[in-house]
């Protein structure tokens, strides 16, 4: 079974970077698309990256456009998402799973593997 774990959450201020890092602990992983997700408190958990098996293609939800970056290290089975200029919108749980490449933003509901979140807030 697909292990996922988070690291790199933490606080920042207002515009400042952090730069989560998913990793797993099976080979299953790099066949896998990967994605980032995150809930905000009070709201449903919302897609906002993903990047594929070979690391040639990748998705953004709007709101991170230009801010995020998905990047993965095969050799070292990790993926990671570099986000500058935080806000204090995208405070949040920030979770990743593995699964195929269109469930990731179709249905969340169908995702296998999770990691258990990382927080990140951004102070004002």
């Known amino acids: 079974q697909v292990q996922l774990r988070e690291l790199g959450g933490g606080l920042v201020q207002g515009g400042g970077s952090l730069r989560l890092s998913c990793a797993a602990s099976e080979r299953t992983f790099s066949p896998s698309s990967v994605g980032w997700f995150r809930q905000a408190p009070g709201k449903g958990r919302i897609f906002v990256a993903k990047i594929n098996n070979s690391g040639s293609s990748t998705v953004y939800e709007d709101s991170v456009k230009g801010r995020f970056t998905i990047s993965r290290d095969r050799a070292k089975n990790t993926v990671s998402l570099q986000m500058n200029n935080l806000t204090s919108e995208d405070t949040a749980v920030y979770y990743c799973?593995?699964?195929?490449?269109?469930?990731?933003?179709?249905?969340?509901?169908?995702?296998?593997?999770w990691g258990q979140g990382t927080q990140v807030t951004v102070s004002s």
């Open positions: 799973a593995a699964g195929p490449w269109d469930i990731l933003t179709t249905r969340i509901d169908q995702i296998s593997y």
